[in-house]
């Protein structure tokens, strides 16, 4: 009897998932801040950027300087500012003024947009400045920070690496979003020019 030889098959392996890029008239919000230690508010900005890098919009916030109310104050200013057509929040990190730790998760429940968190440099956790400075509520900002999940380090196109935390979007998404509003350098354009806002607002407010 002859033995039968089967020939080997091979499997096509199943296509990588490809997600469409951002159109280019897509528009976030970037959120930037400036604030002195002694301050009791600091100046949170918020700059409407096209991807074609056109502005169309901005507003601002006041959160308390080592306060617990940067979620709600961004929520507000997103509620005040009456933009349906805004696709994403961009935050210069979710840390601000003084450990003023922004839930991202509850931010993008709120607007029913997605949030992303960019930071620039690696980190061994802020739980102990946590414990040292605010002893009495420091679990309850951990655990805001921590329901972000790990942050992501990514390799922009510029070349630059960035890290991500993110809610109601996909990291890959994000990482797009990140990469098309970047020009040069590590710092998104909605961001860098959020935070030249809030520098100047700060400057100046006390002089009005």
Known sequence: MKERHKI??????????????WKSGVRVLGIGESFNREDTKSVAAGVVMRGDFRIDGFGICRPTVGGMDSTSSLISLFERLERPDVRALMLGGSVISWFNI???V???CVTDIPVVSVTYNPSEGI??????YFPSDWEQRLQIL????????VTLRTG???????SG????????????????GKIPEPIRVARIEAAGLHRDLEFL
């Open 127 to 132: 739980e102990k400045y946590l414990k040292e």
């Open 169 to 184: 979007i996909s990291k890959i998404r994000a990482k797009q979003l990140v990469d098309q509003f970047t020009l040069d």
């Open 146 to 153: 921590q329901r972000a999940g790990d942050r992501l380090e």
């Open 8 to 21: 080997p098959t091979l499997e096509t392996p199943e296509p990588p998932v490809i997600s469409p890029p």
């Open 102 to 104: 922004i839930d991202i």
């Open 160 to 166: 630059h690496v960035v890290y991500l935390s993110v």
């Open 106 to 108: 509850e931010l993008h």
